[in-house]
Structures are given as structure tokens and as C-alpha cells.
DNA sequence: AACAGTCCCAACCGCGAATCT
DNA sequence: TAGATTCGCGGTTGGGACTGT
């Protein structure tokens, strides 16, 4: 069915990584780095596709992995982050240093989505009064339940370059009672250019002042839905990054989108 | 102790995007 | 510019570990 896999070539393994496996490509690629996935296995000599062995780097043999526990932060950031991107494993992943997409992903399936989904519907039986009662003790993978699911519906784009916001005014904006809290305010937002255009109605908040890149840091923007619309998040090319040395800008970044990710009405 | 059910995570699969020729 | 190749992502699966009976 379909297009044979990738690995479906008699003789290859399959499964398991041996610890054996794992030195020949951690040695490979200390020696001649990362890429040109295809043809590693065979310079390497491993009985292996590429695929596996770049999947098998990228999530597991990579030095600056951090393996354990998810600590509460990270775990409150992945939420939060899965609230504005969705399903985005790797632009989440990037934002938490040492974590992989996938480790972020599994650690979603099997705790996160359970545990976010009971807490909304926890709040939407008070809400409402009585609701269904949610299947606590069904089986760990939640079915597709619209309580699970982010209630901003993130599009999923490429990045590309873009340095405004547009923000429409006739909805109430966060960054109203953002703006109240001077004192807890990031001082480099206050250079980020808000004005309101007389004809659209709109915000429009210039990010390339507000983040104050140089044009060569600022990679472009992903969109997401929010408001009663869409709105646009800058991307930096640490954004991508899965690094240490990326943390400091990135929490910086993160604190300067607080607008975005705080507050319930905002989801 | 043995079995069944559940959980967790590493690995696989298929697709779309990016890059190459 | 089109087709081929390669890469990267997100969804899914398989199987070992754990827990309950």
C-alpha cells in the first residue's frame, strides 16, 4: 500500500539501536558532522537507512540532549506553546533546550493532552453545570475531543519575512491590560511601535523595532489564529534552534510574546 | 506466580517542502 | 522549469516496563 518504506531494503536492521550502532554514528558524525543523511550509512558502515540513523541522532545521540524529567516550567511552556502553535513538536521543541520533538510529542500524548484535557473540561463542566463525565478511565490516547484542541486554531505556514502585526481594534487586546503593568513590562516592548491605522481600524505594532533585530537575525513571522482572526508571530532563526546557547534570547522572546500567551480569554 | 491491561517511549511511516540537477 | 532527490516534520505503532488482579 502505498510507497514502500524507506527501510524496506532487504538486509537493513531495523528496531532497536545496539549500543555498537549508536558509537559508529556518534563517531561518524563527530568526525564529519551532520548531513547528507543518505549516503551516511554507507560511508559509516551501518546496516541502517538514513532516516533511521538522522532520527536516531536527532532524538537520542545529539550531545546537548537533556534526558529526565520534564520540570514543571518546561512543562507549563509546552502548554502554553501548544496553546499558540498546535501540533508544531519541533518549533515547541526548539524553544526548550535539550528536549527533542519528539520526547516533547510522547510526553504530550501520554501526560500533557490527558492532563489539559481534563483541566478544560473540568472548567467547562463548571461552566456549563453538568457535562458528560469525561472517560477517566478510558484508554491513555485521548480520542479527537474539540476540548483538546487548542481553541485558537493555529495556521500552519512557512516562515517568511514580515516585520508588523496587524491587530484588529475592534476586539478587545491583551496588550491593554499588558500595558497596565508597566512595571513587569519587558523595557524593550516599550520601543515596539504601536499605532492604530484611522482607515482599517487596526493595530498595527512594527516587531521590528519591538524585537530589534538586525535584519539578518529576523527570519519572518508564522501566523496563528487569535482575536476573532488571524495574527502573526515573528520567528527569528533562534526560534528554530535547539541549543543552550539559544536560551537566553529565546526566553527573552518568549517574555516579549507574555501578551500573547497570558490571559484565558486570549486561547 | 501468572496473566491481562495499561503506560511510555523509541522508532517507523508517509507526506510535503526544500534543494538539486 | 520540471522532475528527481533529500530532508524534516507530525502521526502512528510496537514492544518492553509497569501495575493490578
Redesign the pocket.
Known amino acids: ?8 531494503k532487504e538486509g537493513l ?5 545496539t549500543a555498537q550502532e549508536d558509537d559508529i554514528l556518534r563517531d561518524y558524525i563527530k568526525v564529519n558532522g551532520e ?5 551516511l550509512p554507507k560511508k559509516a558502515g551501518l546496516n ?1 537507512c ?3 540513523c ?3 541522532w ?3 545521540l545529539r550531545p546537548d540532549i537533556k ?1 529526565g524529567n520534564i520540570s514543571e516550567d518546561e512543562e507549563e511552556l509546552i502548554i502554553r506553546l501548544h496553546k499558540l502553535l498546535g ?5 515547541i ?1 526548539g524553544r526548550l533546550p535539550g528536549r527533542t ?3 516533547i ?3 504530550w ?3 500533557l493532552g490527558k492532563k489539559v484535557g481534563s483541566e478544560v473540561s473540568q472548567r467547562s463542566s463548571s461552566k456549563k453545570g453538568k457535562m458528560s463525565k469525561s472517560k477517566e ?1 478510558s ?3 485521548p480520542e479527537p475531543d474539540s476540548s483538546t484542541q487548542p481553541l485558537t486554531q493555529p495556521i500552519r505556514t ?1 516562515a517568511f519575512r514580515c516585520t508588523k502585526v496587524h491587530i484588529p481594534a475592534t476586539i478587545h487586546s491583551p496588550r491593554e491590560d499588558y500595558n497596565k503593568h508597566e512595571d513587569t513590562k519587558p523595557t524593550h516592548s516599550q520601543s515596539a511601535q504601536q499605532t492604530s491605522s484611522p482607515d482599517s481600524g487596526e493595530y498595527v505594532v512594527d516587531f521590528s523595532q519591538f524585537l530589534d533585530f538586525g535584519s539578518d537575525e529576523f527570519q519572518g513571522i508564522d501566523t496563528c489564529m487569535g482575536f476573532n482572526g488571524q495574527f502573526d508571530v515573528p520567528v527569528t532563526k533562534d526560534w ?1 534552534r535547539s541549543d543552550i546557547s539559544g536560551l537566553e534570547n529565546s526566553s527573552m522572546e518568549l517574555e516579549s510574546l507574555g501578551f500573547l500567551l497570558d490571559g484565558e480569554g486570549w486561547y
Open positions: 500500500m502505498g510507497r514502500s518504506p524507506c527501510c524496506s536492521n531495523r528496531g532497536a539501536w548531513g547528507g543523511w543518505r549516503n541502517r538514513g532516516k533511521s538522522r532520527l536516531r536527532l532524538n537520542y534526558r501540533n508544531r513538536w519541533s518549533l521543541a520533538d519528539n520526547e510529542k510522547n510526553y500524548n501520554t501526560t478511565t484508554k491513555a490516547v512557512k528554530m
